[in-house]
Structures are given as C-alpha cells and as structure tokens.
C-alpha cells in the first residue's frame, strides 16, 4: 500500500486525482514545485497517518477546506499558490502542528485566533495575501513559536502579549523600526534566548 508521494520537482499538470486522497496508509505527501491545478482534493487533509502536506509552488487555487482535524499532521506548505478565501478556523484543530506556511496566496480576511492556540507550533509565514484587520492577541499562547512572518497586513497595532512570553512573563526587548510610523509600516523584532519565547518576529508592508 502506498505510504509516501513524493513527486516534487516535476512537469505534472492539471488536478490532483482525487483517488490519493483516499489512500488511509499514506504519511507523507510531498508535490511541491509542479503545475498542478484546481482545488487541493479535501481528503488529504484528513488522512489518520499523515504527518507532512507539502503542496507549495503550484497553481492551486480555491480555498482551503474547512472540515480538517488532525494530532498527527506537523507540516502544513501551501506556499506561492492562489488559495482564496479566508484562513480557516479549523486550523487550530490539527493539534500537532508545528510548521505552517501559507504565503503567497490570496487569503482574505482576519487571521484566525484559533491558529495561535497550536502549543506546538513553532514557524508560521502568512506573508503577501490580502489579510486584513489585527494580530490576535492569542498569538502569545503558541508556548513553542520561535518565528512568525506577517508581511502586508492592515492592522493598526501590535498586541502587547506579543512581548509578554515565558513562566516568568518577563517584559522581553521589543526593537522598533521607523518610529514615527504606524504599527503596519514597523518591522518590530523579539530576541529571547529563552526556551518558549518568541524570538523572531516580521511584520512589514511594503
């Protein structure tokens, strides 16, 4: 039974076959840097055994399906796509989720809280969609995040909790950039040498 795709660096164009997606076996999915097209077939994001989702650098477009759940899945890449509509909430139900980048894309909308609830995600890049409204202020629950990059959001402030991280919940060093501008023309920064703290933040437009 097939238990790894691994199809990355080809030509291959049009839809994914739907079949794969019912593949139970499968851990690792892995068809980044293609052309391939249409929507992204739902049931990957739903197979028990899959631990890693990487379909970057293609043309999928539509958007993202909301039914997904997961404690296994730690790697989600839907990078340079053209995903449209909102990030959605059930995100914050793929429990063991550590990396996930969706940049590149045309998600609209607010962020959803429920993606700063992941205690295990570590690394997270929203960069360039067309995001709008503020950072949620449960980014300071993801006890594991070390980076977060936010590049094009409209938002007017930084929450404070963003420098607010740790069991001591000590004020960390917060480095601002151009201050006389607003919060969406800073490049705020947080170095912490910490376990559990933030250590690397952007947040830019351009």
Do not use: Y
Request: proline share 6%.
């Amino acid at each position: 039974m097939l238990q790894r795709l691994v199809v990355m660096k080809n030509l291959f164009i049009g839809p994914t076959p739907t079949e794969l997606s019912e593949c139970k076996l499968l851990i690792r999915i892995r068809i980044s840097k293609n052309f391939l097209k249409a929507t992204i077939p739902p049931g990957f994001f739903n197979l028990p055994l899959v631990n890693m989702l990487e379909f970057s650098d293609n043309h999928f477009s539509g958007e993202h399906p909301d039914e997904i759940s997961s404690e296994i899945l730690g790697l989600l890449m839907l990078s340079n796509n053209v995903m449209t509509q909102r990030i959605p909430k059930a995100i914050g139900r793929l429990t063991n989720l550590r990396i996930l980048s969706l940049d590149i894309n045309q998600f609209t909308g607010e962020i959803p809280p429920e993606m700063f609830q992941l205690k295990s995600l570590s690394k997270i890049n929203i960069n360039n969609n067309n995001l709008t409204g503020l950072i949620p202020s449960t980014l300071s629950r993801c006890s594991s995040l070390t980076s977060i990059q936010i590049k094009g959001l409209e938002t007017d402030s930084i929450p404070e909790t963003w420098f607010q991280s740790g069991r001591r919940n000590r004020m960390l060093e917060r480095r601002e950039h151009h201050q006389q501008r607003r919060c969406r023309d800073r490049l705020p920064g947080i170095d912490a040498g910490r376990r559990g703290c933030c250590n690397q933040v952007t947040c830019w437009s351009e």
